[in-house]
């Protein structure tokens, strides 16, 4: 089992910069991948950017040198960078960690970016 926790979402202007946190705890060895997902009213889950245990990173095109995924190792911890945000941007964002057979999620953390 893996357990994740996400930190740092909140209202920001246009503009703006936010890091989200994913604290991972439990079963981490077998976690190959993390990454951060969002779903805005009305939208399905989309991945915004993910990174594996050998950090190689992706990124969804609409935040392309704007959003930088990282982690901490020591820390169990995936950061989320966000800057330039757009209204767009608004969603809930999660955490997600994936093992061979099974993906974990975290509850997600409110982003809301006013214009």
């Known amino acids: 089992q893996v357990q994740l926790v996400e930190s740092g979402g909140g209202l920001v202007q246009a503009g703006g910069s936010l890091r989200l946190s994913c604290a991972a705890s439990?079963?981490?060895?077998?976690?190959?991948?993390m990454g951060w997902y969002r779903q805005a009213p009305g939208n399905q889950r989309e991945l915004v950017a993910s990174?594996?245990?050998?950090?190689?990173?992706n990124y969804a095109d609409s935040v392309k040198g704007r959003f930088t995924i990282s982690r901490d190792n020591a820390k169990n911890t995936v950061y989320l960078q966000m800057n330039s945000l757009k209204p767009e941007d608004t969603a809930v964002y999660y955490c997600?960690?994936?093992?061979?057979?099974?993906?974990?999620w975290g509850k997600g953390t409110l982003v809301t970016v006013s214009s």
């Open positions: 439990g079963n981490i060895a077998s976690i190959n991948a």
């Open positions: 990174i594996t245990r050998y950090a190689i990173t």
């Open positions: 997600n960690a994936e093992q061979i057979f099974k993906n974990y």
